[in-house]
């Protein structure tokens, strides 16, 4: 039997633009006194997409053209949803 041992793979040289973004000075920490800003997060519905955990996935609630699995729910409405989907679901009242 033909025993492999670890390779080596080649570094890629990093450019002079890849060393200045690097050198940069680092952004500011957010403020820990304030809730952290979630991209998919209705507030004024109380809900916020959410990983349902696992590597679970289900099948998104909303009709899609090919058979779209998620692994995000609703924290409210407790509906499995694809980030696309959730937007549309919330503001839309035909959808629910």
């Known amino acids: 039997m033909v025993s492999y041992g670890p390779c080596k793979l080649p570094r890629k040289r990093r450019s002079k633009t890849e060393i200045a973004e690097a050198q940069a000075e680092p952004e500011e920490a957010p403020d820990p006194s304030q809730p952290p800003e979630h991209k998919y997060a209705l507030p004024e519905l109380g809900c916020m997409l959410v990983k349902i955990g696992n590597g679970l996935r289900r099948q998104c609630q909303l009709k899609h053209p090919v058979s779209q699995r ?26 629910m």
């Open 70 to 95: 998620s692994t995000w729910e609703c924290s409210r409405c407790k509906v499995t949803l694809c980030a696309v989907c959730f937007v549309p679901y919330h503001k839309d009242k035909n959808l």
